[in-house]
């Protein structure tokens, strides 16, 4: 039967036709491919919220946050659960294991909601609700409604009724977020004294209001033959409906509505405010969900644009002022014209070395094939087009053409000596089959650990790993079929006959190769000294990998940047909004700032806070980085006084869902809260000591001002007044309750009851507040004032609580100082900590993006030994001897030598980019090494040489090969390494990896090699002298 190759060379026309199949299989898979940033990784959230307007943060953690967090708790699969109490709120975010069923995980939840709901209080207005999405990731799309008419409570109902409601049922919409202002509501603000002139309780006016705003069923009459529904006018919609209402009657007259206050229609909620660019704005923050293609989604909302802003109120305006699509777009097209580029430089040297052009066109086929075919298998394994698999594309064009060089140089070299092209091809495969596939199969067993990492690094490169094995499978493939069929077409080589630009650039391949011989021949003279330096260069290894900055993912430029805005914790909202507005004027004078969105207030954030949405211009509109820009902006925000401002680059991989408003988090915990309220601050000050750190914060804020009621519980009873009363009357007033519930076709508005905000400027406001007592036999009913029983005391309070694993935690965030590597901060945290000399019941810990870098620091070493345990393995089974494969193994230190070095030598950190670029380079270096050793194996069985004979014979013949698959394959990372443009921070460690290992690796293993094949041979042949007779015939 004939083989792959002769099958292959007989019949050309089936040969071609099935490459060509090939090819048009993956170039309609390109068409067919989802585009995204990276693969989908996100990890399961749930965020479950529930609100009590008017209830103290303390409240609501104690009653609200921790009976959901114990029955939440229960649930399998969470690795993490955080939560935050704020002022009439509390949110609580669940981060589940990779593998967790997402459907699975919110039955879950629900189930747990329901079973907490018996011990919630039952005047929560609604029961909590939950969403299956990280509410701190970073928004899909933001859009802004403006209008110079409408004022901001009717944008925010067009926005909510509306814009909002038509976006969420776009596929891929996992929630949309209106910030800025809230619902139109009808205020009644009434006046405490006038309710005490009329002798009339603020429960009377709420039951008043409650009985004349009514919704319920009334019923039909019906007859023989038809039927009438019945209705009645019974909602009160806007303020004047209320005005008229009679609350009481004083001395016969009616005492109404009107003459205990005022009736508004105003905002639901008058703390929350929202700007674009220092002007009044509605933000709509539209996130996917975990599944959804972040383009396709995106398109689907433009798409739907138009159609909005023809519905809405022509005084209002709807713009899109953030759209991510536009980075990962950017950042693909500069990832795809690396690949083109790596593909032209990559058959552009090759065909520099071959000096033939017919030679030359046969990597022109097999490449491109290659990449089309792989291609095709990702979209059958449903994987997408980001960057990291077009990285893995871009990569592989140097390790595909490796199969191909071997084959071409091969089969030139035995023309030359007079075979035929077809004769020369078939010896050439039996010549290099085995070697093709050792360096295939060995090149895929360096991508096992990667394929087998875990937590979200692991699942991150998956696919990478995969599209790299399918690349050098597909390659593989094509060098048993089209490569030898088209060697034995085209190549056309005449015995010792070339042209005179052949004869040029064979004269520089010769004297090149004529100087390695006499080096070689130097250093095999002097082995033990080469043996020395690759003992140094082991050395050397272990030392570089120790000093060498670390970090974990690079930080991209995304054009965007998320920041929080945070005052003097007794502010207060309006006051709150002015510095908003001021803060937005001098970033948007910014020359770098293209928009600024900023949002005050809230149902998840405290009144001295707000949140910040930067969008930078284009990069070939600025001269400054991201990074510069943050540097700016904290600089020129430092003389605002009263306000700080935190600022992160946004990242396309989000890791964690605390509302950081820092790149990296420190969480401190306590067994005892009085101890986490006193080592906090501590710690926090040690580390803004530190100048490896940069806007350290802390999300602990518990100094806001409290007015104390002490009530004198006997004389309050002798007066008639319970705690209900108070704790009613307290709620009344200055709780923005809401009393009743106004029924529109599309949405539901409140009817909102407090005291004027005149009567409510500052605490000595409570001494005009009466608690009614229903009169008895004994006594007449009264109005009693709250200063009869109660004293007030100032003391301070939480304007947040915050939760982790159900226990108080406080979570310090911070950035990197410029020029400070994440291992630096790392360790110049802890040891800030260690000074402190924290006690035993205080306990902290990195989270998020610190948290996976430690982690990942830790895994580290162990990768790379899986990878050469992995390589050492399959390399031993290809050649049944356990000396070989360490022979090729001891190639691999120069690389790393000359990785780290390149690295450095940039000023880039170690991160998980130069990993993964590290363990490719493990598989090219190898590959070369494989076709030096395998060749000299063959020499010495076949030939009878000896050892020396053998490897100097390989290293003479198979020096053209291993120069060209090593110029190859730099020449395939200068792109990444050099590129500019979207997207490139995460390429370049890759590039600048490969490129300084392969340097170094070239330039020493071949000196190395040889020494290490001639060592272990005579070691092989020391123990196999020893051996018992009949231990060396089954040996042989």
Known sequence: MPSLPALAIVRPVATSLITLGIALAGALAYFQLPVAALPQVDFPFISVQASAPGASPETMAATVATPLERALGRIAGINEMTSSSNLGSTNIRLQFDLGRDFDAAGRDVQAAINAASTLLPSNL??????????????????????????????????????????????????????????????????????????????????????????????????????????????????????????????????????????????????????????????????????????????????????????????????????DRSGFIKASIFEVKRSLVIAVILVIAVISLFLRNLRSSMIPVVTVPVTLLGTLGVMHLFGFSLDILSLMALTVATGFVIDDTIVVIENTIRLMEQGMSAKRATLKSLREVSFTLLAMSLSLIAVFMPILLMGGIVGRLFREFGITLSIAVLVSLILSYTTTPMLCALWLKIKPRERKSSEKAGQNWLDGLLQHYDHALAWALKRKHWVLVLLISVISL???????????????????????????????????????????????????????????????????????????????????????????????????????????????????????????????????????????????????????????????????????????????????????????????????????????????QYHVVMEAAPEYAENPEALANLYISVAGNASQPAS???????????????????????????????????????????????????????????????????????????????????????????????????????????????????????????????????????????????????????????????????????????????????????????????????????????????????IIGGLAVSQLLTLFTTPVIYIYLDRLERWVKARMPAQQQNQSA
């Open 125 to 322: 207005p609604s029961k909590p609700s939950y969403r299956r999405n990280n509410p701190n990731d970073t928004p899909l799309m933001l859009l802004a409604l403006t209008s110079e008419i409408l004022s901001r409570e009717q944008l925010f109902d067009i926005a909510s009724t509306y814009v909002a409601q038509k976006v969420s049922q776009v596929e891929g919409v996992g929630q949309v977020d209106v910030r800025g202002s809230s619902l139109p509501a009808v205020r009644v603000e009434l006046n405490p004294s006038a309710l005490a002139k009329y002798g009339i309780s603020f429960e009377q006016v709420r039951n008043a209001i409650i009985n004349t705003n009514v919704n319920r069923p009334k019923g039909q009459i019906e007859s023989y033959q038809q039927a009438w529904q019945i209705a009645v006018n019974d909602q009160a919609s806007k303020a004047g409906d209320y005005l008229p209402l009679i609350i009481s009657y004083s001395n016969g007259a009616p005492v109404r509505l009107s003459d205990l206050g005022k009736v508004l229609d105003a905002s639901e909620n008058l703390g929350s405010s929202g700007y674009l660019n220092d002007k009044p704005a509605i933000m709509l923050a539209i996130r996917k969900q975990d599944n959804a293609n972040v383009i396709a989604t995106v398109d689907k909302i433009r798409a739907l644009l138009p159609q909005l802003q023809a519905a809405i109120p022509n005084a209002a305006e709807l713009s899109v002022v953030m």
């Open 541 to 747: 290894n272990i030392y570089l990998y120790i000093i060498v900055p670390k970090g974990f993912f690079p930080v991209q430029d995304t054009g965007r940047l998320i920041g929080g805005v945070w005052a003097d914790q007794t502010v207060s909202s309006s006051a709150m909004q002015e510095k908003m507005v001021e803060l937005l004027g001098i970033i948007k004078r910014e020359p770098a700032v293209a928009n600024v969105i900023g949002s005050t207030g809230g149902s998840r954030s405290e009144a001295n806070s707000g949140q910040i949405f930067v969008m930078l211009k284009a990069l070939e509109e600025r001269s400054d980085s991201a990074e510069q820009v943050m540097n700016n902006l904290r600089k020129a925000l430092s003389r605002v006084a009263g306000i700080n401002l935190y600022l992160r680059p946004a990242q396309e991989l989000r890791i964690g869902g605390r509302p950081s408003p820092a790149t990296y988090e420190y969480a401190i915990q306590a067994d005892e809260l009085e101890a986490l309220r006193e080592w906090a601050p501590r710690i926090e000050h040690s580390l803004q000591q530190l100048p490896e750190l940069a806007d350290v914060n802390s999300d602990q804020q518990n100094k806001g001002r409290q007015v104390a009621l002490e009530i004198n519980r006997a004389e309050a009873a002798r007066l008639g007044v319970n705690q209900m009363q108070i704790n009613s009357t307290l709620n009344d007033a200055f709780g923005q309750r809401q009393v009743s519930v106004i029924y529109a076709p599309l949405n």
């Open 783 to 993: 109005q009693v004032p709250l200063s009869a029983f109660a004293q007030l005391n100032h003391t301070n309070a939480a304007l947040s609580v915050n939760h982790q694993g159900q226990f108080p935690t406080s979570t310090i965030s911070f950035n990197l100082a410029p020029g400070t590597s994440l291992s630096a901060a790392r360790q110049a945290v802890n040891q800030a900590i260690d000074n402190l000399a924290v006690p035993g019941t205080v306990h902290g810990s990195f989270q998020g993006t610190a948290k996976e870098f430690e982690k990942s620091l830790n895994d580290q070493p162990w990768l790379i030994l899986a990878t050469l345990i992995a390589i050492y393995i399959v390399l031993g089974v290809l050649y049944e001897s356990y000396i070989h494969p360490v022979t090729i193994l001891s190639t691999l230190p120069s690389a790393g030598v000359g990785a780290i070095l390149a690295l450095m030598l940039f000023d880039t950190e170690f991160s998980i980019m130069a990993l993964i670029g590290l363990i490719l380079l493990i598989g090219i270096v190898k590959k070369n090494a494989i076709m030096m050793i395998d060749f000299a194996i063959n020499a010495e069985r076949r030939s009878g040489l000896t050892a020396e004979q053998a490897i100097l014979k390989a290293c003479h013949l198979r020096f053209r090969p291993i120069l060209m698959t090593t110029c190859g394959a730099m020449l395939a990372a200068v792109p990444l390494a050099f590129g500019s443009g979207y997207g490139y921070e995460l390429l370049r460690p890759l590039g600048i990896t």
